[in-house]
Antibody, heavy 119, light 107 residues
Framework: EVHLVESGGGLVQPGGSLRLSCAAS?????????MSWVRQAPGKGLECVSV???????YYADSVKGRFTISRDTSNNTLYLQMNSLRVEDTAVYYC????????????WGQGTLVTVSS | DIQTTQSPRSLSASVGDTVTITCRTG??????FNWYQQKSGKAPKLLIY???RLQSGVPSRFSGSGSGTDFTLTISGLQPEDFATYYC?????????FGQGTKVEVK
């Protein structure tokens, strides 16, 4: 069974940085697993902000392009999201999610970590 | 981006009711369409994928239909644990847009 646990959220000032982590078990990040970060602003809907494919190809939503970087460490089976130049509108719960089978199909989710950007 | 419009934004229903939620996409996407359930304070959970395929472990009272631009989620015989927010999502192309959500509340 896939188990994803996010950490690293917290309160940060606008312009600041934060690194989120997602510890994965029940799967191997380097083997045919597409991983993503999906966020949800308070009281709002869901937005996929970044994806990393098996071969290392990455995707970023326009809203975070140039500011966020997704990466993974296969030695400890952990996914990361480095977030720089944070804005108030980046405030959200950030979920780590694994694609299941088809592209864009978010089959397994972590419990989420809250990022609050405020002065 | 493919626009995904979900309706209604909220509905009130009673246990045992049949509930229908619809989504429309801005252009045809075949059957690359999914439905998720999210309970308060929890992560979303995949219910239906590829328009009508039931995710393992999901009760058969949930069903999906549609193709092209119009999709429907039906809950036949609403149960107490089904009161939640439901999201549709296109998985045809990045950014794999989600709908706005439908909150199913107790009447």
């Amino acid at each position: 069974e896939v188990h994803l646990v996010e950490s690293g959220g917290g309160l940060v000032q606008p312009g600041g940085s934060l690194r989120l982590s997602c510890a994965a078990s029940g799967l191997t990040l380097s083997y045919n697993n597409y991983m993503s970060w999906v966020r949800q602003a308070p009281g709002k809907g869901l937005e996929c902000v970044s994806v990393i494919q098996t071969g290392g190809t990455t995707y970023y939503a326009d809203s975070v392009k140039g500011r966020f970087t997704i990466s993974r460490d296969t030695s400890n089976n952990t996914l990361y999201l480095q977030m720089n130049s944070l804005r108030v509108e980046d405030t959200a719960v950030y979920y780590c999610a694994k694609w299941s089978g088809a592209p864009g199909l978010f089959g397994s989710w972590g419990q989420g970590t809250l990022v609050t950007v405020s002065s | 981006d493919i626009q995904t419009t979900q309706s209604p934004r909220s509905l009130s229903a009673s246990v045992g009711d049949t509930v229908t939620i619809t989504c429309r996409t801005g252009r045809g996407i075949g059957e690359s369409f999914n439905w998720y359930q999210q309970k308060s304070g929890k992560a979303p959970k995949l219910l239906i994928y590829a328009a009508f395929r039931l995710q393992s472990g999901v009760p058969s009272r949930f069903s999906g239909s549609g193709s092209g631009t119009d999709f429907t989620l039906t809950i036949s015989g609403l149960q107490p644990e089904d009161f939640a927010t439901y999201y549709c999502q296109e998985s045809y192309t990045p950014p794999w847009t989600f709908g706005q959500g439908t909150k199913v509340e107790v009447k």
